[in-house]
Each structure stands twice: as C-alpha cells, then as structure tokens.
C-alpha cells in the first residue's frame, strides 16, 4: 500500500501548480481522500477532501476558490489544482487517504488527519514572491 504524492515545484506568486496523488498497491474507489499540509515551525493543516464517489469535497477558507480537489478513480489518482498561489501556500504538501470504502453519495469529507491512516510523503511547494 503505498501513496505518492508529486508535482510539487518553485512557482511565483500567483502561478499555479497541480498536484496528483498516485496510488499502488490498492485502489482508490469509492475512499475518501485529503490533502494536507505542514508550513516550516507550523503545525499541519487540512487543505482539501474529497469523498468517496466525488459528491463531497471541502475546502479550507485559507484556499477555498483557489484550489480545487478531483479524482479519476480509473487513474487511481487524486488531483489538487492550485492556482492564485501565494507565499503563504509555501509548504510541503500530503495526500492520505481512507481504509474504508465509502460509495454513498451523501457522505461527506473530512480533513481531520487521525482518520486518514494512509498518507504519501509529501511534496514541497514553493512560492516566491
């Protein structure tokens, strides 16, 4: 079981990054997924989820309208569209996700991290003013 999270880089302020969450090992299908992240002496924060069947997704104040959370479950990848960028986004950037299968379409995400007990190893995103 393994995530992997990529497309991080060294953007300028109001440039854009997408990210994508890869899984192996296992399938993607109908678990929910989030993204999170950790700004150098900051504690992590929750970005963005997605649900299981893409009905529910969440978005933090700090990026809603900016970022946008999706999945193509026949890639078994997540995608996190990151456009407007600011310094403040700068951070180092996880993706996780869920053991368990949830195809209901009125369930909703959640970015509280111990519910997550698969994560990637982060990739680390940049933004110079």
């Known amino acids: 079981v393994q995530l992997q999270a990529s497309g991080g880089g060294l953007v300028q302020s109001g440039g854009s990054l997408r990210l994508a969450c890869t899984a192996s090992?296992?399938?993607?299908?109908?678990?929910?997924i989030g993204w999170f992240r950790q700004a150098p002496g900051k504690e992590r924060e929750g970005v963005s989820c997605?649900?299981?069947?893409?009905?529910?997704?969440y978005y933090a104040d700090s990026v809603k309208g900016r970022f946008t959370i999706s999945r193509d479950d026949a890639k078994n990848t997540a995608y996190l569209q990151m456009n407007s960028l600011k310094p403040e986004d700068t951070a180092v950037y996880y993706c996780?996700?869920?053991?368990?299968?949830?195809?209901?379409?009125?369930?909703?995400?959640?970015?509280?991290?111990?519910?997550?007990?698969?994560w990637g190893q982060g990739t680390l995103v940049t933004v110079s003013s």
């Open positions: 996780a996700t869920d053991i368990v299968e949830v195809p209901d379409p009125l369930r909703v995400c959640t970015v509280i991290a111990g519910l997550y007990p698969y």
């Open positions: 090992g296992f399938s993607l299908d109908y678990r929910a």
């Open positions: 997605i649900s299981g069947v893409g009905s529910s997704t």
